[in-house]
Nanobody
Framework: QVQLVESGGDSVQAGGSLRLSCAAS??????????MSWFRQAPGKERERVAS????????NYADSVKGRFSISRDNAKYILYLQMNSLKPEDTAMYYC???????????????WGQGTQVTVSS
C-alpha cells in the first residue's frame, strides 16, 4: 500500500521559515522513477502546484508565487521529499500536499499518489 506522509507544518510568523517533508513507502516502483510535487490549497481557493522535482532531482519547477523563496529537493536513498520555505507570507497559509507522478515536463504531472497534507499557517 502506497503511503505519502507529510510532516513539518506549523504556525509561524511572517518572514519565518519551515521545512516540510514527505516520506514515501510502499511504492510499486523505485522512488526515483517518480517525479514529485508539492501542492497547496487554502480554504475557498483552488489547489495550486507549488513546486516539482524530477525523479533524479536535477530538474525543478516553481510557481511564480514562491520563486526565490521556496526550494524543493529529494533524497532518493531515504525516499523523502522536502520543501524548504523561507520568507513566508500570510498568503502562504494553506494545507500542503505532496504527490507522486510519472511524467515530468516543465513540472510533474499524471499524479498517481497523494499524501494527506500538513497545515502551514503564517501570521502577520
Amino acid at each position: 500500500q502506497v503511503q505519502l506522509v507529510e510532516s513539518g507544518g506549523d504556525s509561524v510568523q511572517a518572514g519565518g521559515s519551515l521545512r516540510l517533508s514527505c516520506a514515501a513507502s510502499g511504492l510499486t516502483y523505485s522512488y526515483s522513477i517518480y517525479c514529485m510535487s508539492w501542492f497547496r490549497q487554502a480554504p475557498g481557493k483552488e489547489r495550486e502546484r507549488v513546486a516539482s522535482v524530477s525523479g533524479n532531482g536535477f530538474l525543478t519547477n516553481y510557481a511564480d508565487s514562491v520563486k526565490g523563496r521556496f526550494s524543493i529537493s529529494r533524497d532518493n536513498a531515504k525516499y523523502i521529499l522536502y520543501l524548504q520555505m523561507n520568507s513566508l507570507k500570510p498568503e502562504d497559509t494553506a494545507m500542503y500536499y505532496c504527490a507522486a507522478g510519472d511524467r515530468y515536463y516543465m513540472g510533474c504531472s499524471n499524479f498517481r499518489h497523494w499524501g494527506q497534507g500538513t497545515q502551514v499557517t503564517v501570521s502577520s
